[in-house]
Each structure stands twice: as structure tokens, then as C-alpha cells.
């Protein structure tokens, strides 16, 4: 029994003499709340994402089934990657043969294996247009959080449009709770008090992003 079940163990007993009526919390929350800023076609709800990534200094490509390979291939050669870290499920057709050595995401691997890792290849669950946000869940094809924070340069492949939403809201009503959700709005950067920007503090200097479509 992990720390988790012992807590949710403890909440049970303590409730377990009270009515539901007496137990308010459980009532549904009201979600009539504005669900997104406005209607779009699926097109420009792709563009908008774009526009955002951008707007967050993530490089945007676009690219069809058949050329996303090469494209791989080819911003992998550009950044100089000798080695590239890829989860376990990542689709087999997204990486060809050649280039560089694949590293295939394994418990044993080091938080200091993992950085002297070049690059790093996920999917993603869902891409949000209005923030400009990819969202992670350690699904088969993105793998464990820390692969996406400790190489220094991540290649994200968003399906498009099946996985992107307009809003924070509809995003939220994909994704499950109970997984380890990753949100990731650009490359990792803060900024000190006189609003310097620096990148790569806490997660990758490069963040590119593959519209799949």
C-alpha cells in the first residue's frame, strides 16, 4: 500500500458514518463556465496553436505521414544529435534507420545518462491553441515526465487536428486526472527580476514542434 491509498484509507473511515446528504462536497461543480473565446473551424484552431507555439519560441514545422520521417531525420542532423531518446511505444515509422544512435527510455537510465542525451522524440495527448500548450500524460508514445525535461532539445509530434482543442477547458475533459500530466507552453524559461529571459533552467533550450496532419 503506497502513501496515496493509506491517505484515501484514512478519508473513507472518517466518512464512513456520515449520510450523503451530509456530504455537499460531492455534488457535481457546475461547468458553466465560457468553454472556449469564440467558434472556429478545425483549421483555424490549428493555426491558432501555431501562431501560439510560435508566439512561446517553439519552432513550428508541418509535415504529412509520409514526410515526417525526413523532417525528423533532418532536425536531428541540423542540431548535431548524436544519440536521441525515444519512449517505448513512439510509433516505429516516425524514426528511420539511419541517424543518430536511438536510446531507448528504460527505468535503469540516470537523470545524468539522460542528459548527455542530445535530443529526445515524443507524441503528445493533446495540444491547447488558445495557450499555445502541449500536455503530456506518460502515455505509450511520450514515456516517462523526465525524459521531456532533462535533454536539451524535445521534438514534440502533435496529430493534427484530431489532438488539438481550443481551450484549457475542453482539454481538461480529454485528459485523465490520474496520469502524470506534463504542460508544456515553449521551451523551459523564467526570468529574473529585471525580466531577463533565460531558457533551459528547467527542461529543454529547444523546443520543436511537428504538426502531423
Do not use: F, K
Amino acid at each position: 500500500m503506497n502513501s496515496r491509498e493509506r491517505i484515501l484509507g484514512r478519508v473513507r473511515r472518517a466518512l464512513a458514518d456520515v449520510t450523503p446528504d451530509e456530504r455537499p462536497y460531492e455534488e457535481a461543480v457546475p461547468r458553466d463556465y465560457l468553454r472556449a473565446h469564440g467558434e472556429r473551424t478545425a483549421a483555424e484552431t490549428v493555426e491558432l496553436l501555431a501562431e501560439n507555439l510560435a508566439d512561446y519560441r517553439a519552432i513550428v514545422h508541418r509535415a504529412g505521414a509520409g514526410e515526417l520521417p525526413g523532417l525528423v531525420m533532418r532536425l536531428l542532423a541540423e542540431r548535431g544529435s548524436r544519440e536521441v531518446l525515444v519512449p517505448p511505444g513512439l510509433p516505429p515509422g516516425w524514426l528511420t534507420e539511419a541517424g543518430p544512435v536511438r536510446i531507448e527510455d528504460r527505468a535503469a537510465l540516470t537523470a545524468a545518462r539522460l542528459d548527455r542525451v542530445d535530443s529526445v522524440v515524443t507524441g503528445c495527448a493533446v495540444a491547447i491553441a488558445e495557450t499555445g500548450t502541449l500536455v503530456l500524460d506518460g502515455s505509450p508514445d511520450q514515456g516517462r515526465r523526465r525524459i521531456s525535461l532533462i535533454p536539451d532539445h524535445h521534438i514534440c509530434v502533435v496529430r493534427v487536428p484530431d489532438q488539438v482543442v481550443s481551450s484549457v477547458p475542453q482539454a481538461l475533459e480529454r485528459l485523465d486526472a490520474r496520469r502524470p500530466l506534463t504542460w508544456i507552453s515553449g521551451p523551459s524559461a523564467t526570468s529574473d527580476i529585471e525580466l531577463d529571459r533565460v531558457e533551459g533552467v528547467h527542461g529543454p533550450r529547444t523546443l520543436e514542434v511537428i504538426l502531423l496532419g
